[in-house]
């Protein structure tokens, strides 16, 4: 099992930025896809993006296609969430996981905790 620990949430003006991060420890992330997921207040948890352990493919939800944009580092066993132009509706706890079938499906066991990222208006 891998663990996994977010940072970088806060609150941010509409309009503004937030970059993700995702560190890993445990066992190695070189071998596996990433992604990130979030969960709104009263809403299921949603797919944001995700990527693949060579970086060759990414994926994202269209809501966020063209806004964020998710990368690695192997090196450092950290994925990153970087998050452009956020709007209220990306108000949500965010997540990040092993992905196990590409694009979407998460391992039900190697998740993070979660960061809190609000977005006022």
């Known amino acids: 099992q891998v663990q996994l620990v977010e940072s970088g949430g806060g609150l941010v003006q509409t309009g503004g930025s937030l970059r993700l991060s995702c560190v890993a420890s445990?066992?190695?992330?070189?071998?596996?896809?990433m992604g990130w997921f979030r969960q709104a207040p009263g809403k299921e948890r949603e797919f944001v993006a995700s990527?693949?352990?060579?970086?060759?493919?990414?994926y994202y939800a269209d809501s966020v296609k063209g806004r964020f944009t998710i990368s690695r580092d192997n090196a450092k066993s950290t994925v990153y969430l970087q998050m452009n132009s956020l709007k209220p509706d990306d108000t949500a706890v965010y997540y990040c996981?092993?992905?196990?079938?590409?694009?979407?499906?998460?391992?039900?066991?190697?998740w993070g905790r979660g960061t809190q990222v609000t977005v006022s208006s």
């Open positions: 445990g066992r190695t992330i070189n071998n596996y896809s």
């Open positions: 990527n693949t352990w060579d970086r060759d493919r990414t």
């Open positions: 996981a092993r992905i196990v079938v590409l694009p979407s499906v998460p391992s039900p066991s190697d």
